[in-house]
């Protein structure tokens, strides 16, 4: 798994954390749903999650379709807004659960937070 | 949800968001599968996650501790220590989900990480 974070966003590490978090369960949880063989597959490996930044609003979308179109599921995370942010920005988007080497492929270029 | 995080362990932001996210993630799989009830709760108020600082080992233990004997589930998590960290260094601590002014009860003393 895969969550790409925007980097434009003047967030705390707690406030990041938790954004990331959210993707993260997100992603689990229809993957687990869904596609059960890949959710156990990736349980099995230790659940694996990498963090990388984007520059922004742009790339962050950019990368939701690239990674759609090669057929991963994408969790796109809005905050609430109640602290440091206004409410409805999209923070950052979670990739995957799936095969590492494949998810690389589509994220390996990215710096990593 | 609330997860605790070691602030004595020097690591990236990025490091810190994958590890929250384990916990987040282990929390929430462990108890859509054994506390259906309040897993669907938390779910439908958006699955709220708080992320806390605790000054080391010690206190994350003791706060383990303490939630676990209000009833509370908790996922203590170990890094792999492929990167910046030794393996099998405990890095943070997920509790919950569950109702929110309960868990305050246990880590509302506790400053935002």
Chains 1, 2 share one sequence.
Not at 15 to 21: C, G, L, R, T, Y
Not at 33 to 49: C, L, N, P, S, V
Not at 71 to 90: E, K, N, Y
Not at 97 to 113: A, K, M, N, S, V
Request: aromatic residues 6%; proline residues 4%.
């Amino acid at each position: 798994m895969v969550i790409a974070f925007r980097k434009d966003l003047d967030l705390g590490k707690g406030k990041i954390a938790a954004q990331v978090a959210h993707a993260a369960v997100a992603c689990a949880l229809i993957t687990e749903k869904k596609e059960r063989k890949i959710f156990k597959a990736w349980m099995a490996e230790g659940q694996r999650k990498v963090v990388i930044r984007v520059s922004g609003l742009d790339e962050l979308y950019r990368l939701k379709e690239r990674a759609e179109m090669e057929g991963f599921r994408t969790c796109l995370i809005t905050d609430a807004g109640l602290t440091q942010i206004p409410p409805g920005t999209v923070t950052c988007l979670g990739i995957g659960p799936g095969q590492e080497e494949e998810i690389d492929r589509i994220t390996g270029e990215f710096p990593l937070l």
